[in-house]
């Protein structure tokens, strides 16, 4: 089961012609909807080309008006979502009351977890003492202090991982117990709160508070991967900006993660008057207001400012990087985000953040990884089922494999169109071991499990069928596992939030991962995972001119929408030669990402 996301199409056109049906693609929400009724009347195919020029198509982009993009509450309750829910189905194992509680043994499974050499419990109370307290910790990434049974997975998750090649710098480290001081004094539950957030409420509509602290509120949009790339960009952001992030968990997510932040809280408290605040300037207002202005004053700057910085081409560009924008942004003590994407990237074509961004990430390409990891602790209802999954299924692997499967287009992609790539793919890469039509395969013990994360349980069913009933050419054994299979994405719904989480961890877990194109579900599991996904080409027909996958070269998220023009407003014609760790996204030729400079 996966996480929606609506996001653009990411092959290159064959003709330039098809631009604007593109574009229509690229946002709109309802893919389901519209995708099918694109393709149908089209002649059109397209050409995965990975690292393919041209962002013309993008260019011309602008002209089309799109339908924005749906906030929260507004699209998910549709009455086939109602229909859908009721016939979500559950395999044993996982989600079961109770049945899971049996299946726990008091065994050392040290020799079943992969590369460790540690025994693991499934004690809640239990630490780890085989661990240095270094390795717990991720290097220093994390800091001591926490009571470790409010959150067992802080501590134990890295037993199920291996051990990163890398430490995170002593200046991120730094700026990380920078920041959660900051968080303790001027988080919620503090006198600075309080009077911060009084001030703040008073002096709306007069011009912008002189604070004790300042803040920024996330607010979501779109699915869970969706939302949990765009925590991570809002959390650095925050972290670059001295500022405190709070966050707006509607009930759907819930139970889903631990507090990051020693001694506070991450969440927006529920009576704070910004939950629901509706007449708020946005930062499009701002910035009209700002060119209008004669004067160098900035006494008309508000005290509360929303910016929107979801993937929409309808509006004109944001220039949310720029200097000039953040000079305006610092004197604005609360800030109400918005956004559906990994903007990081954005922040290296600031001068002023690049800097920064570097010193605190000398691997580029490790910035979702290490936040990531700081950020998203599984609760320990969540970890309960993430570990003891783990460990009835895939502890006793030689190898894990991660295979998540998204259709965006179900009605125009034939399941054994999709099922014919995912072999395609896994085979030729020799992800996968072809079967032995001959029979005649010698005994090799070692053991493949594949976790599949699909929201369609025919993808895993299929795989399974196909490994039982005939040996591998290699001997392996091949277990195919599915943790959930929901259908359809849900919105706004917890237990489905939680499923997702689950199914994101468990194959960030994996030694080799297949993700589909463009799908932020798999951003966060490569990126947790620190691992370089095969990108399954996105099908949405039923055609099959293009390689089934790529390998792709970092495991950071994709920003779908990165800025087309320097703050200067001239068009931004070669991103590598300015910015020399940015590159196309191998997924979405529009997108940018981040790569080691090498
Ligand atoms: C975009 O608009 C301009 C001017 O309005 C027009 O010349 C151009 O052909 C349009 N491009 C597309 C792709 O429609
Ligand atoms: C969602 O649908 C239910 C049942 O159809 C309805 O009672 C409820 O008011 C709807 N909620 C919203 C936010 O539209
Ligand atoms: C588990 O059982 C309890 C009580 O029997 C019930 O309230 C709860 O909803 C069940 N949970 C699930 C996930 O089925
Ligand atoms: C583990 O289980 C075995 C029998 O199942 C029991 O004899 C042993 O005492 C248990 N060990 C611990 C540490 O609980
Ligand atoms: C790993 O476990 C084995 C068997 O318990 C032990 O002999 C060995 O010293 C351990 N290695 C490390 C690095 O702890
Ligand atoms: C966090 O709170 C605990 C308990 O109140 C306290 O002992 C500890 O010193 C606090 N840690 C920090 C860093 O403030
Ligand atoms: C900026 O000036 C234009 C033209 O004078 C006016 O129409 C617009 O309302 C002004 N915008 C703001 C935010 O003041
Ligand atoms: C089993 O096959 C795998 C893949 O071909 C190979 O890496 C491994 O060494 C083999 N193991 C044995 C015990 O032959
Ligand atoms: C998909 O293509 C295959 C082979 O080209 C064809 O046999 C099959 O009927 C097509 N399916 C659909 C639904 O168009």
């Known amino acids: ?30 893919v389901f909807l519209i995708v099918s009724s694109i393709y149908r009347n089209s002649s059109y195919y397209a050409i995965f080309e990975g690292l ?19 906030l929260e509450g507004t699209v998910h309750n549709t009455s086939e979502e109602n229909l859908v829910s009721e016939h979500v189905k559950v395999l044993p194992g996982i989600f079961q009351n ?43 990434l994390l800091t001591t202090g926490f009571d470790e049974a409010s959150c067992i ?51 709306k509509n007069k011009g912008a508070a002189a604070t004790l602290c300042k803040y920024l509120i996330w607010t979501p949009a779109n699915g869970l991967g969706n939302q949990m790339i765009s925590m991570a960009a809002t959390f650095l952001y925050a972290m670059l900006t001295d500022r405190v992030m709070l966050v707006k968990f509607d009930k759907d997510k819930q139970g889903l993660f631990c507090e990051p932040f020693l001694n506070s809280t991450w969440v927006l408290p529920e009576k704070s008057p910004f939950w629901n605040e509706k007449h ?61 994407q990994y903007f990081v990237p954005s922040l290296f074509m600031n001068p002023f953040f690049n800097q920064e961004v570097t010193k605190m990430f000398p691997e580029k390409d490790t910035v979702f990884h290490r936040l990531g990891r700081y950020l998203f602790h599984p609760s320990n209802e969540a970890w309960k089922l993430i570990s003891d999954y783990y460990q009835e299924h895939l502890a006793k692997a030689d190898k894990r ?28 890469h020799k992800i996968l071991p072809q079967v032995d039509l001959q029979t005649s395969a010698g005994k090799n013990h070692s053991v493949k499990a594949v976790l599949v994360a699909s929201l369609h349980r025919e993808y895993g069913d299929n795989l399974r069928s196909m490994y039982l009933k005939k040996a591998t050419v290699s001997g392996e054994v091949i277990e195919v596992y599915q943790p959930s299979h929901e259908e359809h994405q849900k919105f706004n719904d917890n237990k489905h939030n939680l499923k997702a989480w689950i199914d994101m961890y468990l194959i960030s877990l994996s030694e080799e991962l297949v993700t589909t194109s ?40 994709c920003y779908h929408v990165p800025p087309k023009h320097y703050c200067n407003g001239k068009p931004i014609k070669d991103v590598v030669s300015s910015f020399p760790y940015l590159r196309e996204c191998k997924d979405y030729c529009y997108g940018l990402k981040l790569v080691n400079s090498t």
């Open 280 to 340: 708020i300037e946005t930062y499009q207002t701002m910035l009209e207001k700002d060119r209008n202005r004669t004067s160098n004053s900035k006494d008309d700057l508000p005290s509360v400012l929303f910016i929107n910085l979801q993937h929409t081409l309808s509006e004109p560009e944001k220039f949310f990087h720029c200097d000039h924008s953040q000079y305006l942004l610092r004197e604005v003590p609360l800030l109400i985000l918005q956004s559906d």
């Open 153 to 203: 997975s802080r501590m134990q998750s890295q037993l199920y991982r291996k051990a990163s090649p890398h430490k995170p710098s002593p200046y991120l480290i730094s700026k990380l117990r920078n920041y959660e001081d900051i968080h303790r004094r001027c988080g919620p539950n503090s006198r600075a709160y309080d009077r911060s957030m009084r001030k703040i409420v008073r002096s």
């Open 52 to 70: 393919s020029k041209g962002r013309e198509a993008g260019e011309s982009a602008q002209n089309v008006t799109i339908n924005r993009f749906p």
């Open 518 to 557: 463009l799908s932020t579900f798999g951003y966060v599991a490569q990126g947790l995972g620190n691992l370089k996904p095969w990108l399954l080409y996105r099908l949405v027909n039923n055609d099959t001119h293009f390689p089934s996958c790529e390998r792709d070269f970092s495991s950071e998220p």
């Open 1 to 30: 089961m996966e996480i929606f996301q609506a996001t653009a199409d990411k092959m290159r056109m064959s003709s330039k012609r098809f631009a604007t049906l593109f574009v229509v693609f690229f946002i709109s929400f309802s």
């Open 401 to 428: 494999i991660g295979l998540q499967i998204r259709v965006f287009s179900p009605v125009s992609t034939p399941q054994q169109t999709v099922m014919d790539l995912v072999l395609s793919c896994t085979l030729k």
């Open 98 to 140: 109770g049945s899971e509680e049996t299946t726990t043994t008091n065994n050392s499974i040290a020799s079943r977890v992969g590369p460790k050499n540690v025994s693991l419990t499934s004690s809640t109370t239990e630490s780890t003492p085989d661990l240095e307290d270094k390795d717990k910790l991720l290097g220093g």
